[in-house]
């Protein structure tokens, strides 16, 4: 009984299956924790959404931004964009049995037996656990509810870009998306930017990689994240960083949080399985 995390799939199904294989992954018993961004700018998300889907309970879910552009556009509050490609989902005959699937995945998950929190892009600084699953929590419970359509219309946009304990309403869940799902760069009081999205180094005068912030309240976790290929996959203590940019053409990363060290295995964007990373 293994426990597998995998970085940002977005639509690129023949690596996934490749990485799989390589893994000797048993649905009867083994389990896939996946960091969001399963769907768009690759050729096959259907195909991503319903192999997932159809692992069941073996499958751990967490919701990236590509993921809620899809909700949103299903919803018809945003259009898509031009290199989009989750029109094969909207178009798909089981798409409300995916889409329906797709919106109750939690947004931040916690293994306290692992010893693992799983998210899609960080934690802003001044969250500490409870924290983050209280406002994680305020806004899976908004897009598994009645104002789901209403909160997709409203959820873009970076506006607030600090947190504060007296948000509320929209202001509140669109800050909690954004940070659980967006974030990269932030300044040291946790000021969230989105304007870079370079690798840490490239950024601007007063920013820092969210995890290099000083003092930061989630400092005790080892948190595992994706959304920023520019990064790579990257390990620091409680850091796991699994986005390896595949729908770039780079590769597919996966490590097994079950083992010691949690040891990692890659597979390239196209042709077959390389050899463990």
Known sequence: MAVYAIGDIQGCYDPLRWLLDLLRFDPAADTLWLVGDLVNRGPQSVEVLRLVHGLGERAVVVLGNHDLTLLAAAAGQVKPRRKDTFHTILDAPDRDELLDWLRRCPLLHHDTELGFTMVHAGLPPQWNL????????????????????????????????????????????????????????????????????????????????????????????????????????????????????????????????????????????????????
């Open 130 to 277: 409870a924290l983050a699953r209280r406002c994680a929590a305020e806004a899976e419970a908004t897009l598994r509810g009645p104002r789901c359509k209403d909160f997709l219309a409203r959820m873009f946009g970076g506006e607030p870009r600090r947190w504060r304990d007296d948000l509320t309403g929209y202001d509140r869940l669109r800050f909690t998306v954004n940070a659980l799902t967006r974030i990269r760069f932030c300044t040291a009081n946790g000021t969230l930017s989105f304007s870079e999205k370079g690798s840490p180094g490239s950024q601007g005068a007063g920013l820092l990689p969210w995890f290099a912030v000083p003092d930061r309240r989630n400092a005790d976790l080892n948190i595992v994240f994706g959304h920023w290929a520019a990064l790579g996959y990257y390990r620091a203590p409680g850091i796991y960083a699994l986005d390896s940019g595949c729908v770039w053409g780079n590769r597919l990363t996966a490590i097994r949080l079950d083992a010691p060290g949690a040891p990692a295995w890659s597979v390239p964007a196209v042709n077959a399985p390389s050899v463990p990373a």
